[in-house]
Each structure stands twice: as C-alpha cells, then as structure tokens.
C-alpha cells in the first residue's frame, strides 16, 4: 500500500546555508503587482478547472547572497515548489496529477539562476473521513495543545475555527495531525497538498520519496508529522 510524508523545505543551516527562506525578497525594479503574480495560485484551487487559463513566467526572485544552492529551493510563497532542472526532471518521472510547470528566473549575486516553479492542484478534500481525523489546536503562549475529532465535515472544522478567532484572541491554529482518506483515494498520486489545513506542507508518496533520496537531491525534509492512513 502507498504511504505518504509529510513534506516541507529544509531550514537546515548545513544543507540550505544561512537564512531561510533561500528566497525572501525580489530584485530592484519588480512591482507589487508582478509580486502579486507570485501568491494567488489557491484562488484556482477550488475553481473547476483548479490551473490558471494562462501562460506564466515568474522572474526576479533574489536568492540571499549567504545561501548554498540546493535542489529544493525555499521562498515566501507556500503554493508553488520551486527546484532546479534535476528536480524537475525527476518529479515529471511520477504521478503529478494536475499540474503546471512554470519557468523562473532567480538572482543569485546578480548572477541569473535558471529554474522551475511546480504548481500542483490535486482536490482531495471529497476523500478526507473528517469524522475519524484527528486535529491539534495550537494557543499562543499555551505550551498545552488540545486534541479534536469528530468533525462532520470541512464546514464544521471551518465553524470551529471561526469561533475559536472569535472567543480567544491567544487561539492560532487548527492543524491535522491525522488524516483519513477514503479506500478509493487514488493511491496512484504521488503528490498532493491541502491548502485549507497548511498551505506549507506537500504530501509525496514513499515511491517519490524513495527517488528523490536516492538521487541525493537536496532541500526537502520528509517527516510523518501529519499522518496519512487510507481506509481499506
């Protein structure tokens, strides 16, 4: 049977260098409006066709002078992977399900760096079992976090999360820690993500992780932080 990671960028000093995100401001001349092209990806998300109808190309990325180059490359805009030629060419080996590649160029030291934003938009919310998912509630400044399942539906999680930000103004997060997935998920996917939980993590299946490891491609971290398990 598949299993899935958790997936999200290194901020290891030793693998990514000295600041993370790799990727956190743009060159001189990039407007708030180019910015703006750089974070509005989920808005499709929900739509039916889930990709923007146009062409894209996302330049002026500035790469901190302090960083190492690593496949995986880290930045401030959670909906897209961005990775060099090697790791795209890899992650096309697999079961991407809606996708779209995006050429971007990136500065490092003035220097142009050549590389590729991936966009994946794989809807699975109609297979998530809310009732049996297990979610942690985070407090600020509480070192104590409470446990809650039971959930009806997204809606109902939604409502929960509404009226925590109405009733406690310490309250941050909701976040999965495990999820249930119907026993017709297609396990053939080998990538996905929920933006509605955490828009940072990605979710790779262990065949695409089993790869990218043996390449010794670099950047990522994998982790079971997030529990996947598929009904039977």
């Not at 990325?61 to 795209?88: G, I, P, Q, W």
């Not at 310490?170 to 053939?188: G, H, K, W």
Request: charged letters at 25%.
């Amino acid at each position: 049977m598949t299993k899935y990671y958790t997936v999200s960028n290194s901020a290891d000093e030793k693998i990514i260098g000295a600041a993370y995100p790799q990727c956190h401001s743009f060159v001189k001349g990039i407007t708030e409006e180019d910015e703006e092209r750089f974070y509005n990806f989920d808005e499709y998300f929900n739509k039916k066709e889930c990709l923007p109808p146009f062409e894209l190309k996302l330049d002026g990325y500035k790469f901190y002078y302090r960083c190492k180059l690593t496949n995986f490359v880290s930045h401030v805009s959670s909906e897209l992977l961005l990775m060099d030629k090697t790791a795209l060419d890899l992650m096309l080996q697999f079961n991407l399900g809606q996708h779209i590649v995006i050429p971007a160029t990136v500065y490092k030291s003035n220097n142009p760096l050549e590389l590729f934003f991936l966009y994946i938009a794989n809807p699975i919310m109609k297979y998530i079992d809310f009732p049996k998912c297990i979610f942690e509630v985070n407090v600020v400044n509480n070192c104590t976090k409470e446990r809650y399942t039971g959930f009806k539906d997204y809606q109902s999680l939604r409502d929960f999360k509404k009226m925590m930000w109405n009733s406690n103004e310490n309250y941050f997060s909701t976040q999965p820690i495990q999820l249930i997935l119907a026993s017709d998920f297609p396990t053939q996917l080998d990538v996905f993500r929920i933006p509605y939980f955490n828009a940072y993590y990605y979710f790779m299946s262990d065949r695409l992780k089993n790869a990218i490891e043996e390449a010794e491609l670099t950047g990522l971290n994998f982790s079971e932080e997030i529990k996947i398990a598929i009904e039977k």
